[in-house]
T-cell receptor
Framework: GNSVTQMEGPVTLSEEAFLTINCTYT??????LFWYVQYPGEGLQLLLK?????DKGSNKGFEATYRKETTSFHLEKGSVQVSDSAVYFC????????FGSGTRLSIRP | DVKVTQSSRYLVKRTGEKVFLECVQD?????MFWYRQDPGLGLRLIYF???????EKGDIPEGYSVSREKKERFSLILESASTNQTSMYLC?????????????FGDGTRLSIL
């Protein structure tokens, strides 16, 4: 069946560091892929999405490229800020949306 | 912007009580969802609804029921609360069509069962 695996946290980085959060998926067909972010005390918000192979989603300095050959959708940001501290969820959309287990990111000033 | 409102941010109930969690969305979305969020487990789908009075079981429906009498409102019911239902509960909605469209979430209800 369909599934999503993302790197376990927590991840702690210093401000302005480069960020990568790994996400791989298993799916039949051609799913859509998403990254959601959950700030403390809030629900999930859609951060970015990609609907087909080689698409790149981007928002707020974050990027992720839909790689069908490696079944991956890794989240990257070139220079993180303290305000990026949150939990990040990779998700796959096929017959329904399936969420990964989440990665907690903490940024030190 | 879509707004999904959950009636309570924090709720404390006792074992055996009947508990109602309410969710309202203001964008005329057909699809509505209830998830629970637990550390290390991500989000797990409890129930969803694609229309008024329609409901479908998700991955973990045991011990829960739902009600959707109006399009904008989707209620989650714990028939007889137990301590293993202590969790964060998230409501979400999405437009009609495929269930794989991006969802809009409420801020969650942190429920403690004592």
């Amino acid at each position: 069946g369909n599934s999503v695996t993302q790197m376990e946290g927590p991840v702690t980085l210093s401000e302005e560091a480069f960020l990568t959060i790994n996400c791989t998926y298993t799916a039949t067909g051609y799913p859509s892929l998403f990254w959601y972010v959950q700030y403390p005390g809030e629900g999930l918000q859609l951060l970015l999405k990609a609907t087909k192979a080689d698409d790149k989603g981007s928002n707020k300095g974050f990027e992720a490229t839909y790689r069908k050959e490696t079944t991956s959708f890794h989240l990257e940001k070139g220079s993180v800020q303290v305000s990026d501290s949150a939990v990040y969820f990779c998700a796959l959309g096929a017959s329904k949306i399936i969420f990964g287990s989440g990665t907690r990111l903490s940024i030190r000033p | 912007d879509v707004k999904v409102t959950q009636s309570s941010r924090y709720l404390v109930k006792r074992t055996g009580e009947k508990v109602f969690l309410e969710c309202v969305q203001d964008m005329d979305h057909e699809n509505m969802f209830w998830y629970r969020q637990d550390p290390g487990l991500g989000l797990r789908l409890i129930y969803f609804s694609y229309d008024v009075k329609m409901k479908e079981k998700g991955d973990i429906p045991e011990g829960y029921s739902v009600s959707r009498e109006k399009k904008e409102r989707f209620s989650l019911i714990l028939e007889s609360a137990s301590t293993n239902q202590t969790s964060m509960y998230l409501c979400a909605s999405s437009p009609s069509g495929n269930l794989n469209q991006p969802q809009h979430f409420g801020d969650g209800t942190r429920l403690s069962i004592l």
